[in-house]
């Protein structure tokens, strides 16, 4: 095959250009639900085609899994009403994605243009509903083992399950002001046991999404005093949900400066299967 020189210039200056860093920069962070009926279908399209064409082709991901929440694990959500989803079991597919430090506005450009084409081209599953979408910028990590997996092993490592906790400050207080509680005082009680399941915690602040987003996705209110809280644990988490993670919305309450405004346990799939799709509703 001939080689255009011209075309393959911008591949070979673009990698002199870039950051080469290890480490997480920011995320993908998507909660969908399937419409009814098309479940099987959905599956299909995103362990087949979008898990790989829709993300991790694309340059700076460099790492993605797929969760599910059966109708048991949605049920345990919470609270009853929340502004993340309504009502609160939607979205049983999460799908998380790491992006290279550095290079997390980048692969935001390449990734609205491919989805473009992916659209032009009937690629894209419309029959789904995006309950909670949006890149995310990397605030910080907390890890529980010294020599254990670091934050960018988490999608790789095989953790049995992870739980989204979103959290907003409370009206009248900012994202920093809600940094400071998490890593002063929410995360050090909930890593307070060497022997708790939670492996790590990695939390991100919601970018908004750029203007020329897909017309399907939108941001949610108040994101600006958002973070998003992935907690990796050791079990499945209907083990260890009663304990360390049903309580913790009312001692974020408590507090006086946050509020848990959504709380969900997920499992990974069995990729490449549709193990789990019969058990969503």
Known sequence: MAVNDDADSGYTDLPLRSVHGIGVGGALISMVEPHPGTEFAYNRWYEDDHFY????????????????????LQE???????????PVTAGCYLHLYWITPGHVDDHVRWSVSTNTVLRATNRIHLERTHVYTSFQDHSGSWSRDVRGPRDFHALD???????MEVIDAVEGSDRAALDAYLRDEYLPWLHRSPSDPIGQTVWFAPQPLPADKQPDVADIPGLERRFTLLHFVDCDPRECWSQRFAPNGERVAASGQANVVFSAPFIPVVQGTDRYVDELR
Not at 76 to 86: G, H, M
Not at 157 to 163: I, L, M
């Open 53 to 72: 064409a829709g993300a991790l082709y694309m340059p700076w991901m460099f790492a993605g899994r797929r969760y599910v929440a059966t109708r048991e």
């Open 76 to 86: 345990l959500r919470y609270p009853a009403v929340s502004v993340i989803a309504q």
């Open 157 to 163: 490592h095989p953790y049995p399950g992870v739980v």
